[in-house]
C-alpha cells in the first residue's frame, strides 16, 4: 500500500489531468472525435467517457457507495465489458453531455479531498485513477498525431512548473558507456510511495557488464538504415517482423516521406517538417528497433539492463552501488532533467537534458521516447494483480517492455522501475530505442 499523500497534491494532480484531457479535446469537430474505425486507436468521444467512468467506478461507487451517475455507464464505458469493434456503434452521450459529466465525477472526488493526509487507501486510488487518466491523455495526443489533426495546445496550471525548452546541450560521442553491472532488485518493494501491479515485487537478478549507448538512436542515424536499404535486406529481418514488413508494406517508418528537394521529412500531427537529424528516431515499432539492431551490429538492452542504467548509482561514499528512482537520483525530473509532460510538443535532440545523465554518461533515458526493450512483457515473481485487475495480467507473454516515458508521458508517475508494455507491431505510440555492444 502507498504512503499516505497530502489531500492537496492529490487535488492538484487530478485536476491537472483534467485540465489536459480537455485540451486535447479542443477544436476537433464532432466527427473528428469519432474518427475511422481503427485496431489500434479508440473513437475519442467514447475514451473520454470511459476515463470519467474509470474515476467514479473505483472511487466513487466501488469504494465510497456513492449511486451511478450515468444511467448508461457501465454499458458503455467499461473497456473490459465493450469489445474494442463495437465502440464506433455505440449510442454514445455527446460531447457536451460527457464534459459535464467528467465535471461532475471531478467535482465529486474533489469534495471528498479536503485538507490533511488521506488514507492510504484513498492516496492509492487517486493517484491510480490520474495517472490512469494521464496515460489516455498521452494515448489522445498520439491518436491526434496519428490521425493527421492539428497540434494541441497545453496550457501550465498553478500546479506545475513552466516548461522551458532545452537550450543548454553538452556533446555526446558515439562511444557506448561502460555500464559495470552487478546484483540488483529489478522492481518494486513494498514500502515504495507508489507502484503500478506489474511492479510487484523486488526481486535479486544478476546485470553481467555492458555497454549501452549514451542516446537513442536518432533521426540521422535510422536515416542510414533507410537509405542503405534496410527494409529491403530480409535478412535483417524475424520471421516474424518479415510477416509484419510485407504486411504492412514498410519502406521507411511510418510518418516518413522523401521529397526531392528537401530529403526525408516527417509529420507532426498535421505538419509537414524537414526531419530532425539529432532527435530521437521516434514512431517505430520493436521490428524495426530489432531489424536496425541487426544492420547496425548492435542489440536491444534487456529489461534488467535498462533498469540498472537508469536507477542504479554510487552511494555518497562510493563503496557500493545503491537504486534511486531516477537515472540523475532522487530528485524530481525538471525539464534539465528530462524532456516529459508534453509542453514541447515533440522530442527534442538528445544533446539536451545534460542534467538527467546517470553516472555512466547516458542521457535521455527518461523522457523524449519511450525506448523498446529485447523482452517479453511477463509477471515479476509474486506477482499479483490489483483493483484494475486486468491492467497488466491480460498482456503479459503477447507485450514487449518499454522503458523511460516519453516527451508526452506525465513527470508525476514516470521512474526508473516503471514498465510499459505493447505490441511489437505498434508504431503509433512515441516509441523509439537505445542500443547496446553484443
Not at 515533440?346 to 535521455?364: F, T
Request: with cysteine.
Amino acid at each position: 500500500m502507498p504512503v499516505k499523500q497530502n489531500k492537496k497534491y492529490l487535488s492538484a494532480i487530478m485536476q491537472s489531468a483534467h485540465q489536459r484531457t480537455l485540451e486535447l479535446l479542443q477544436g476537433l469537430t464532432d466527427r473528428q472525435l469519432i474518427g475511422p474505425e481503427s485496431p489500434i486507436l479508440n473513437p475519442i468521444l467514447w475514451e473520454i467517457g470511459h476515463v470519467g467512468w474509470f474515476h467514479e467506478h473505483f472511487i466513487l461507487r466501488k469504494e465510497h457507495g456513492h449511486a451511478p451517475l450515468l444511467d448508461r455507464g457501465d454499458q458503455l464505458y467499461d473497456s473490459i465489458a465493450v469489445a474494442h469493434s463495437r465502440r464506433w456503434n455505440l449510442s454514445l452521450y455527446s460531447f457536451e453531455e460527457i464534459t459535464y459529466y467528467l465535471e461532475k465525477v471531478l467535482e465529486k472526488c474533489l469534495s471528498r479531498l479536503e485538507v490533511g493526509l488521506a488514507s492510504e487507501r484513498d492516496s492509492y486510488l487517486y493517484q491510480f485513477t490520474t495517472f490512469h487518466e494521464d496515460m489516455h491523455d498521452e494515448a489522445f495526443t498520439w491518436a491526434r498525431q496519428t490521425l493527421s489533426y492539428p497540434s494541441p495546445i497545453f496550457h501550465h496550471d498553478t500546479h506545475e512548473r513552466n516548461f522551458v525548452r532545452c537550450i543548454k546541450t553538452a556533446p555526446l560521442d558515439d562511444g557506448d558507456a561502460y555500464i559495470p553491472g552487478g546484483r540488483f532488485e529489478l522492481g518494486a518493494r513494498s514500502d515504495s510511495a507508489f507502484l503500478f501491479d506489474n511492479e510487484k515485487w523486488a526481486h535479486q537478478v544478476t546485470v553481467a557488464p555492458f555497454r549501452m549507448a549514451k542516446s537513442p538512436v536518432t533521426n540521422a542515424e535510422f536515416e542510414e538504415f533507410v537509405e542503405q536499404g534496410g527494409y529491403k535486406n530480409l535478412a535483417l529481418w524475424s520471421e516474424d517482423g518479415l510477416k509484419w514488413l510485407q504486411e504492412v508494406e514498410a519502406e521507411h517508418p511510418v510518418y516518413w516521406r522523401h521529397d526531392k528537394v528537401n530529403g526525408w521529412r516527417c509529420r507532426r500531427f498535421d505538419r509537414w517538417i524537414n526531419l530532425p537529424p539529432n532527435e530521437p528516431i521516434m514512431h517505430v515499432c520493436w521490428y524495426e528497433a530489432q531489424a536496425f539492431c541487426r544492420w547496425a551490429g548492435r542489440r536491444l538492452p534487456t529489461e534488467a539492463e535498462w533498469e540498472f542504467a537508469a536507477t542504479m548509482k554510487p552511494s555518497p561514499d562510493g563503496k557500493e552501488l545503491l537504486k534511486y528512482p531516477y537515472p540523475w537520483g532522487n530528485k524530481l525530473p525538471t525539464p534539465d532533467h528530462a524532456c516529459l509532460d508534453g509542453f514541447s510538443l515533440s522530442c527534442i535532440p538528445v544533446d539536451c537534458c545534460i542534467a538527467g545523465e546517470n553516472v555512466w554518461g547516458c542521457r535521455n533515458l527518461i523522457g523524449n521516447v519511450w525506448e523498446w526493450t529485447f523482452d517479453t512483457f511477463n509477471p515479476f515473481p509474486g506477482f499479483t494483480p490489483d483493483d484494475y485487475k486486468e491492467y497488466s495480467k491480460p498482456l503479459f507473454g503477447s507485450t514487449k517492455v518499454l522503458r523511460g516515458g516519453s516527451w508526452a508521458t506525465r513527470s508525476r508517475y514516470v521512474d526508473g522501475k516503471y514498465r510499459n508494455y505493447f505490441q511489437p507491431h505498434r508504431r503509433d505510440i512515441f516509441g523509439g530505442f537505445r542500443t547496446c555492444a553484443l
